[in-house]
């Protein structure tokens, strides 16, 4: 993670950059930046391919001297193991309780993060929080959750854009069903920030669906209402209503 932002590539020389940073959906105005380019590199953990992570999870191929485990192996393996408790914990509220109190659930933790999230933000950069300074909180935000966490975040003059295929919260093969909980879970978090400043408009789509088998999820924070009406019929059409009606206040048109 740079100290200064670098400027993004735009256009986009390929397809693959265009889906990275998510220029297919939320144009820049002015001259995209970024702290981070490259979330393989950003620390340790992020480069180990996934296929080792699993093997140290199910205790293969791992010597008995546990000091031989590289901060790679380690830190990567404590991000899989944390991502799986956490869809553990609501298979079984859902076993338990039903899918209802698991979107409860859901949503009670999501509001919380965003509110402690946001005050955080300006206790920082202050009340009006600039586009730069919302990339750089995505960015640190997501180098916490650690490994598997691919976040690529850039701003403009007027916004901030996080274009996430990868998160700590995203199913793991074989628990594709619990992307429902990871949705409520951030649209929570969402209306949480705006709960906090009563000028931010921030919503998230595309996402990556209540059965896990979408790309990618893709947010945007901007405080102009002219730039949050210019996205797509297609994504307005996925937000909830409960945030819609927070954004209509603001001035964004739908």
């Known amino acids: 993670m740079k100290s200064h932002p670098t400027v993004i590539n735009y256009p986009p020389k390929s397809k ?7 220029f297919e959906v939320y144009k820049p105005t002015g001259v ?3 702290f981070v380019l490259d979330w393989p590199s950003v620390g340790p953990g992020w480069g180990l391919p996934w296929e080792r992570v699993e093997e140290i999870a199910a205790f293969k191929n ?11 192996e380690t830190y990567a393996t404590l991000a ?6 956490w869809h553990n914990i609501f298979n079984q509220v859902e076993k338990i309780w039903g899918v209802e109190k698991g979107l409860e659930l859901a949503r009670a933790i999501g509001r919380e993060c965003g509110l402690r999230g946001w005050s955080s933000v300006q206790a920082r950069f202050g009340k009006n929080v600039e586009p730069g300074p919302m990339a750089w909180y995505q960015d640190i935000a997501h ?6 966490t691919h976040a690529y975040c850039w701003f403009d003059d007027v916004k901030a854009v996080c274009s996430r295929p990868r998160c700590a919260f995203r199913p793991p093969k074989g628990m594709e069903a619990n992307a429902k909980y990871c949705v409520a879970f951030d649209y ?12 931010l408009l921030t919503f998230m789509g595309p996402h990556l669906g209540i059965d896990g088998c979408q790309g990618k999820c893709v947010h945007i924070w ?5 730039e949050a009406s210019a996205v797509s019929d297609k994504v307005k059409a996925m937000l909830p209503e409960s945030i819609k009606k927070v954004l ?5 048109k739908f």
Not at 16 to 22: L, Q, Y
Not at 143 to 148: A, E, F, H
Not at 248 to 252: C, L, T, Y
């Open 16 to 22: 693959e950059e265009e889906d990275r940073w998510g």
């Open 143 to 148: 180098m916490l959750y650690g490994p598997d």
């Open 80 to 85: 899989r193991q944390m991502k799986f408790q």
């Open 222 to 226: 901007t405080y102009s209402a002219e």
């Open 248 to 252: 209509k206040k603001r001035g964004m």
């Open 62 to 72: 791992v010597s008995e001297d546990l000091s031989k485990l590289t901060v790679d």
């Open 32 to 34: 995209p930046k970024a």
């Open 188 to 199: 929570a978090y969402i209306e949480a920030y705006m709960e906090v400043d009563p000028k």
